[in-house]
């Protein structure tokens, strides 16, 4: 009988307070600093360069006119 293997993320998550982040990169060297805005469907969104994703702590709707 085979057992699985947990499967570990290839990125890393990121719960934030605010829909609007700023990533860097997950090194030193990173990438260009960029502001993103969540998704206020979904409740996240990720970075085009290093594919952290960013989501809420608490994902409701009322934030969405931000």
Do not use: N
């Amino acid at each position: 009988m085979m057992h699985a293997e947990p499967v570990t993320p290839l990125f890393e998550t990121v719960e934030v307070d605010s829909p609007r982040v700023a990533c860097a990169g997950v090194t030193d060297s990173g990438h260009p600093r960029v502001y993103l805005h969540l998704d206020s469907r979904t409740g996240d969104v990720i970075c085009p360069y290093c594919s952290r994703r960013f989501i809420m702590k608490h994902h409701d709707t009322s934030w969405q006119e931000y």
